[in-house]
């Protein structure tokens, strides 16, 4: 069956330190890995799509990469206005676009 | 870029309701998703259409159907509300290609009482 795990739930950083966001994945044969960004009461804002191992993708503070297994969101000097929670989500081949969604990190960068 | 519009943003239905929820997309995109998010649960997919007229039942089907009479609009009906579908629902839209990506709108919160 497949599945996206995303770790951790909730983390809190100080304005400035640097961590990551980790998207494990079960999936018969990926088609595309996503990364969104989701403010309170809003609907999720694209951010990556990765293809394939070894990929990586840059945005501002973010940074996307993608192992055959898992994907991690690193951000670099976090800002506060980067607190939102952000979701992973695979789509398989075969599967008509569907995405499978993992719980979500729920980020909090404090000044 | 693209653009897609939800009727709502906040509802407030009794039980037994009959509920519509809108969505439009300005892009032309063929294929078009709803799905409800629940603190815990996260993003659970209803219902997907990828032609006008065309409709697959996605994880949670029960208790909603769907319509899509033009292109652009993917209407989400609540045949008679319940409580347990107070949530909040999220409309998509996405482009026929090689894993391409899934445009959300605003959501609807939906509270039934």
């Known amino acids: 069956e497949d599945q996206v795990t995303q770790s951790p739930e909730a983390l809190r950083l100080q304005e400035g330190e640097s961590s990551s966001l980790n998207c494990s994945y079960t999936?018969?044969?990926?088609?595309?890995l996503f990364w969104y960004r989701q403010d309170p009461g809003k609907g999720p804002e694209f951010l990556f799509t990765?293809?394939?191992a070894g990929e990586e993708k840059e945005k501002e503070r973010l940074k996307a990469t993608l192992t055959k297994k898992e994907s991690f969101l690193h951000i670099t000097a976090p800002k506060p206005e980067d607190s939102a929670t952000y979701l992973c989500?695979?789509?398989?081949?075969?599967?008509?676009?569907?995405?499978?969604f993992g719980q979500g990190t729920t980020l909090q960068v404090k000044p | 870029d693209v653009k897609v519009t939800q009727s709502s943003r906040y509802l407030v239905k009794r039980t037994g309701e009959k509920v519509f929820l809108e969505c439009v997309q300005d892009?032309?995109?063929?294929?078009m998703f709803w799905y409800r998010q629940d603190p815990g649960l996260g993003l659970r997919l209803i219902y997907f259409?990828?032609?006008?007229?065309?409709?697959e039942k996605g994880d949670i089907p029960e208790g909603y159907s769907v319509s899509r009479e033009k292109k652009e609009r993917f209407s989400l009906i609540l045949e008679s509300a319940s409580t347990n579908q107070t949530s909040m629902y999220l409309c998509?839209?996405?482009?026929?290609?090689?894993?391409?990506?899934?445009?959300f709108g605003p959501g609807t919160r939906l509270t039934v009482l």
């Open positions: 989500a695979v789509q398989a081949f075969g599967n008509t676009g569907k995405l499978i």
């Open positions: 999936v018969s044969g990926l088609r595309g």
């Open positions: 990765l293809y394939s």
């Open positions: 892009m032309d995109h063929e294929n």
């Open positions: 259409s990828y032609d006008v007229k065309m409709k």
């Open positions: 998509a839209s996405m482009p026929p290609s090689v894993a391409d990506t899934q445009y």
